[in-house]
Every structure is written in structure tokens, then in C-alpha cells.
């Protein structure tokens, strides 16, 4: 038996919003998808709603086929949804439950980035400065700073010279052509 779908207009009309192909096969194609809606649904008038809902989702990804209609359909189908306000219970908890994938693919899950306390930047800084020598922090930005200092004033006469030792002025080895 062949059910008639309460508003085919809107069906084509969201069909072709959503850019799903339409070619020779388009409206049996249709049909098929709102008989198995039909035959599942509480009511010719939710499988027309769920019809609906399923384009807009299929839109929503992204997809270009009847396929994609079809199986959104059936999934909610297969989970027992037959009325809107169901499918619109279901979709609100997954969404929150799931993060969105990509392509399919599962999102990667990464922690936050912390913002460190004043405290702990201050302790790492004693940490790297004894593990570099110096005293404590202080010692480590002076003799850093001085550090910085002697090679800005020497940086000409760096320059200039590395030419003749073969290495760059970062202390590299010049590549020679041969």
C-alpha cells in the first residue's frame, strides 16, 4: 500500500534546499523514504515532520544524496523514535552528550590549559635557575641579561669575522660549493 504524503511541497521544497541531487529517481526515492516513515511513525503527520527533520539533518552534515536522508531516517527508525518531539529529545541529548566529529572522525578530547599561579611560575624559575648554576632567579636574569648585553655590542665585529672561519654567525658550519 502506498501512503500520500500529507504536504509533498514542503518535502520538495526542503529537498532542494538542502542541494540532496535530484535526478530520474528523485520523487520513487522520496516515496520509499515516507512509506517506511509512514508504516513506523505514530502518524502520517509525524512521519511527514520526522521526514523533514531527517533532510535538515542530512543538510546540516553536509550530505548530497538520498542515502544520507534514508539512513538518518532509519536510525531513528531502529532506535524507536517515531514522533518529532521524540527525535528532538533524542538529537538535544546526543549533541550534549557527544562532541561533534569531523568527517566522521572523532574529535581528539584535550585538557584545558591552565593558567599557572604567580607561585608556581616564580618555583619553576628557582628550579631552572640552580639547574643552570646560578644562585636563584635574580642571578640567573642579571647574568642573562649581561649575557644578552655582550652579544648585542659584539655583534658586528661577530659578523665580520665569521666569514673567515667558515661558520655563520649563529656558529654553523658554512656549506662550501665544491
Given at each position: 500500500?502506498?501512503?500520500?504524503?500529507?504536504?509533498?511541497k514542503?518535502?520538495?521544497?526542503?529537498?532542494?534546499?538542502?542541494g540532496?541531487?535530484?535526478?530520474?529517481?528523485?520523487?520513487?526515492?522520496?516515496?520509499?523514504?515516507?512509506?517506511?516513515?509512514?508504516?513506523?511513525?505514530d502518524?502520517?503527520?509525524?512521519?511527514?515532520?520526522?521526514?523533514?527533520?531527517?533532510?535538515?539533518?542530512?543538510?546540516?552534515?553536509?550530505?548530497?544524496?538520498?542515502?544520507?536522508?534514508?539512513?538518518?531516517?532509519?536510525?531513528?527508525?531502529q532506535?524507536?523514535?517515531?514522533t518529532?518531539?521524540?527525535?528532538?529529545?533524542y538529537?538535544?541529548?546526543?549533541?550534549?552528550?557527544?562532541?561533534?566529529?569531523?568527517?566522521?572522525?572523532?574529535?581528539?578530547?584535550?585538557?584545558?590549559?591552565?593558567?599557572?599561579?604567580?607561585?608556581?611560575?616564580?618555583?619553576?624559575?628557582?628550579?631552572?635557575?640552580?639547574?643552570?648554576?646560578?644562585k636563584n632567579a635574580?642571578?640567573?636574569?642579571k647574568g642573562?641579561?649581561?649575557?644578552?648585553?655582550n652579544?648585542?655590542?659584539?655583534?658586528?665585529?661577530?659578523l665580520?669575522?665569521?666569514?673567515?672561519?667558515g661558520?655563520?654567525?649563529?656558529?654553523?658550519?658554512?656549506?662550501k660549493?665544491?
Amino acid at each position: 500500500m502506498v501512503n500520500k504524503m500529507i504536504n509533498q511541497k514542503q518535502i520538495m521544497t526542503e529537498w532542494q534546499k538542502a542541494g540532496i541531487k535530484i535526478n530520474g529517481f528523485t520523487y520513487n526515492d522520496i516515496q520509499d523514504i515516507y512509506n517506511q516513515l509512514a508504516h513506523n511513525a505514530d502518524d502520517e503527520k509525524e512521519a511527514n515532520g520526522i521526514f523533514i527533520l531527517a533532510i535538515r539533518k542530512a543538510a546540516m552534515n553536509g550530505a548530497k544524496t538520498q542515502w544520507a536522508v534514508s539512513n538518518i531516517a532509519n536510525q531513528w527508525i531502529q532506535l524507536g523514535l517515531t514522533t518529532v518531539e521524540a527525535i528532538g529529545k533524542y538529537e538535544q541529548e546526543s549533541q550534549q552528550t557527544q562532541p561533534k566529529s569531523y568527517y566522521g572522525r572523532p574529535l581528539k578530547q584535550e585538557s584545558k590549559i591552565l593558567q599557572p599561579k604567580s607561585d608556581e611560575v616564580l618555583q619553576q624559575n628557582e628550579q631552572l635557575a640552580i639547574s643552570l648554576g646560578y644562585k636563584n632567579a635574580e642571578d640567573m636574569a642579571k647574568g642573562t641579561h649581561d649575557i644578552l648585553i655582550n652579544l648585542r655590542k659584539t655583534r658586528a665585529e661577530r659578523l665580520d669575522s665569521k666569514p673567515k672561519t667558515g661558520l655563520t654567525a649563529n656558529g654553523n658550519q658554512v656549506l662550501k660549493r665544491f
